[in-house]
């Protein structure tokens, strides 16, 4: 007898600093992202191809939710929630 495994769609959100309801920016992928942990620096200056505005944001709260879809998938979507500071050296530091 095999056991199948149901398919798993990944979600991740970053939400504008301080706010749990504007979303930044999603990303979707077949495979989970990193996790995410309050205190952690996001810096998305780093890439000069990105697609999305450069920011430097710290993750204030993380909410992972996991339900199970009609078609029988499962979606993992993680909110992150975050505070922005007037630069990288600042939110290092804690002074935000």
Same mark, same amino acid.
């Given at each position: #007898? ?43 200056? #780093? ?17 992972? #939710?996991?339900?199970? #879809? ?19 050296r600042e939110l290092r530091t804690g002074l935000v």
């Amino acid at each position: #007898m095999s056991e199948e495994f149901l398919k798993v769609q990944y979600v991740t959100e970053i939400y504008e600093p301080g706010s749990a309801d504007d979303v930044w920016v999603t990303f979707r992928s077949q495979t989970p992202l990193f996790s995410f942990s309050k205190g952690d620096i996001i810096n998305t200056g #780093m890439d000069p191809n990105a697609t999305f505005p450069k920011r430097v944001l710290k993750v204030v709260a993380v909410e992972h #939710m996991i339900w199970e #879809m009609d078609d029988s998938s499962i979606k993992n979507k993680i909110c992150v929630f975050t505070e922005s500071g007037k630069n990288t050296r600042e939110l290092r530091t804690g002074l935000v």
